[in-house]
T-cell receptor, first 111, second 114 residues
Framework: SQTIHQWPATLVQPVGSPLSLECTVE??????LYWYRQAAGRGLQLLFY??????ISSEVPQNLSASRPQDRQFILSSKKLLLSDSGFYLC??????????FGPGTRLLVL | GNSVTQMEGPVTLSEEAFLTINCTYT??????LFWYVQYPGEGLQLLLK?????DKGSNKGFEATYRKETTSFHLEKGSVQVSDSAVYFC?????????????FGKGTKLSVIP
């Protein structure tokens, strides 16, 4: 069966510091991968999606970037965090055109 | 573009009460519709889905019927339990080529009290 991992689970970072969040999927090949952000009291916003290695689409202009160095690995990064980057980051996978399945999330607090 | 509107929360119910969370959508063509649930501190879990008009999705006592005539996908449960306390998200995936993205509603927080 397929599983999706995210780490770290919780992260507290100072403003201006770099960020790297990792997501890996097991049990499937060539999945679509997604990064979402959930700000406090708000819905989910799609940040990036990837249909293959090295292929990244950005949905909103922002301080973040994404990379997909391997088929089942998706990384969310920033060179300098802003206060507004705080939130709950969720990774998801799907094998098109099927359902998206979400990971456990990373809670990021920028101070 | 696509959009999802779901009822504002929070919703507080007593155990064994009937639950309805309204969800309506705007989309072209024939989108697929989903309900996800998020328990405190966790990621989203797929609760149920429907991929064509008049389909009924069901899981764990929850049901939702894809109504194209009213562009709705309301979530219902006949008798809620304390363990159903969570945030519920309605979502759609468009039917066009390359429609990978999900469009989510803002979520409805449900609290069930004993």
């Amino acid at each position: 069966s397929q599983t999706i991992h995210q780490w770290p689970a919780t992260l507290v970072q100072p403003v201006g510091s770099p960020l790297s969040l990792e997501c890996t999927v097991e049990g499937t090949s060539n999945p679509n991968l997604y990064w979402y952000r959930q700000a406090a009291g708000r819905g989910l916003q799609l940040l990036f999606y990837s249909v293959g290695i090295g292929q990244i689409s950005s949905e909103v202009p922002q301080n973040l970037s994404a990379s997909r160095p391997q088929d089942r690995q998706f990384i969310l990064s920033s060179k300098k965090l802003l206060l507004s980057d705080s939130g709950f980051y969720l990774c998801a996978w799907s094998v098109p055109p099927e359902t998206q399945y979400f990971g456990p999330g990373t809670r990021l607090l920028v101070l | 573009g696509n959009s999802v509107t779901q009822m504002e929360g929070p919703v507080t119910l007593s155990e064994e009460a009937f639950l309805t969370i309204n969800c309506t959508y705007t989309a072209t063509g024939y989108p697929s519709l989903f309900w996800y649930v998020q328990y405190p501190g966790e990621g989203l879990q797929l609760l149920l889905k429907a991929t064509k008009a008049d389909d009924k999705g069901s899981n764990k006592g929850f049901e939702a019927t894809y109504r194209k005539e009213t562009t709705s996908f309301h979530l219902e449960k006949g008798s809620v339990q304390v363990s159903d306390s969570a945030v519920y998200f309605c979502a759609l995936r468009g039917s066009g080529a390359g429609s990978y993205q999900l469009t989510f509603g803002k979520g409805t927080k449900l609290s069930v009290i004993p």
